[in-house]
């Protein structure tokens, strides 16, 4: 069975750190491009960071530029989400995304595999 798994989300004062997990079973993770999605309360699933097949590529939605960095291990079959600096805004629902393309994208519904995310909370 494909699954998805993500890990590392927590609550975390504002300026604080967290890194996210996105962990593969069922299949190899190499063969797909990643995306890094969020959805907060009353707000619609946006695209945060996706990174393509080879790792070559990567991409940034603008109010995480610069603070949050993505990453792969393919031999751990594992996508990485590097958060630093975090807001309040940053609050959402964090959810990783498998896409059956070399190239990654904002797109979610280009996407075929989810996971069932893991709670992120920016709070003093």
């Known amino acids: 069975q494909l699954q998805l798994v993500e890990s590392g989300g927590g609550l975390v004062q504002p300026g604080g750190s967290l890194r996210l997990s996105c962990a593969a079973s069922?299949?190899?993770?190499?063969?797909?491009?990643i995306g890094w999605f969020r959805q907060a309360p009353g707000k619609e699933r946006e695209g945060v960071s996706c990174?393509?097949?080879?790792?070559?590529?990567?991409n940034y939605e603008d109010s995480v530029k610069g603070r949050f960095t993505i990453s792969r291990d393919n031999a751990k079959n594992t996508v990485y989400l590097q958060m630093n600096s975090l807001k309040p805004e940053d609050t959402a629902v964090y959810y990783c995304?498998?896409?059956?393309?070399?190239?990654?994208?904002?797109?979610?519904?280009?996407?075929?595999?989810w996971g069932r995310g893991t709670q992120v909370t920016v709070s003093s």
């Open positions: 995304a498998a896409r059956d393309n070399y190239y990654c994208s904002g797109y979610s519904a280009s996407y075929g595999y």
């Open positions: 990174i393509s097949r080879g790792g070559a590529s990567t």
């Open positions: 069922g299949f190899t993770l190499d063969s797909y491009s």
